[in-house]
């Protein structure tokens, strides 16, 4: 059974900073690449970043490349995503998933319930 439970999630002022966090299941942190993705009202899902295994390298959508850092804590099974420098249009759903690695185009395997990011004046 592969679990993923997101937290985190907040409303911030443009410029501010949210941690995300991604508790896995052992055997998916083990097995997979994490990743997290978006989703915003109209518009399409967004890869944002991705983490897989060991070494631990990690992937950035060019939206937030600069901004965010994924990080992972194999002691905590558990990924993070440092968001700084928040944008209004980083306002979204956030998933974080599975996937079997984080090539372009990755799809994802199992996704958690989401957290909501939104970034307001």
């Known amino acids: 059974q592969v679990e993923l439970v997101e937290s985190g999630g907040g409303s911030v002022q443009p410029g501010g900073s949210l941690r995300l966090s991604c508790v896995v299941s052992?055997?998916?942190?083990?097995?997979?690449?994490i990743g997290w993705f978006r989703q915003a009202p109209g518009k399409e899902r967004e890869a944002v970043s991705c983490?897989?295994?060991?070494?631990?390298?990690?992937v950035y959508a060019d939206s937030v490349k600069g901004r965010f850092t994924i990080s992972r804590s194999n002691a905590k099974n558990t990924v993070y995503l440092q968001m700084n420098s928040l944008k209004p249009e980083d306002t979204a759903v956030y998933y974080c998933?599975?996937?079997?690695?984080?090539?372009?185009?990755?799809?994802?395997?199992?996704w958690g319930q989401g957290t909501q990011v939104t970034v307001s004046s």
């Open positions: 998933a599975t996937y079997v690695g984080c090539q372009r185009g990755r799809v994802e395997n199992y």
């Open positions: 983490i897989s295994g060991s070494p631990a390298t990690p």
């Open positions: 052992r055997f998916a942190l083990d097995y997979y690449a």
